[in-house]
Nanobody
Framework: QPQVAEFGGGLVQPGGSLRLSCTGSGFTLDYNTIAWFRQAPGKEREGVSCYSRGRSNYADSVKGRFTISRDNNENTVYLQMNGLKPEDTAVYSC??????????????????????WGRGTQVTVSS
C-alpha cells in the first residue's frame, strides 16, 4: 500500500528553523509531484511548497524562507523552514501524485491531483 509519512515537526521560537521530511513507502517518489500543505486551526488548508519535474513553487507567504528539496536515494522530500513566524504554526502534510504531472499541479496546488497523503506533523512557532 503506497504511503507517505511526515517527520520533523515540533516547537520552535520565532526566527528559528525546522526541517520536515516526507518519506514514501510502497512506491518511489522520484518522478512524482510532491507538495507540502498546511492547515492552521480555524483556517482552510493551503499549499506551501511543491516540486515537480525539477522545478519548485512556493506560496508567497513563505518565499525566501522555505526550501523544498528531494533526495531520491532516500525516497524523501524535505522542507527546510527558516525564519519561522508564529503565523507558520499549523499541521503540515505532504502529498504525492501517483505519476508525473504538469507543473500546473504545483502552481495551482491542485489538491485533487494528489493521491497519497500523510497524516501530518505539528509545527508550533511560539516564544
Amino acid at each position: 500500500q503506497p504511503q507517505v509519512a511526515e517527520f520533523g515537526g515540533g516547537l520552535v521560537q520565532p526566527g528559528g528553523s525546522l526541517r520536515l521530511s516526507c518519506t514514501g513507502s510502497g512506491f518511489t517518489l522520484d518522478y512524482n509531484t510532491i507538495a507540502w500543505f498546511r492547515q492552521a486551526p480555524g483556517k482552510e488548508r493551503e499549499g506551501v511548497s511543491c516540486y515537480s519535474r525539477g522545478r519548485s513553487n512556493y506560496a508567497d507567504s513563505v518565499k525566501g524562507r522555505f526550501t523544498i528539496s528531494r533526495d531520491n536515494n532516500e525516497n524523501t522530500v524535505y522542507l527546510q523552514m527558516n525564519g519561522l513566524k508564529p503565523e507558520d504554526t499549523a499541521v503540515y502534510s505532504c502529498a504525492s501524485t501517483k505519476k508525473p504531472t504538469f507543473f500546473s499541479t504545483c502552481t495551482e496546488f491542485r489538491v485533487n491531483d494528489f493521491a497519497y497523503w500523510g497524516r501530518g506533523t505539528q509545527v508550533t512557532v511560539s516564544s
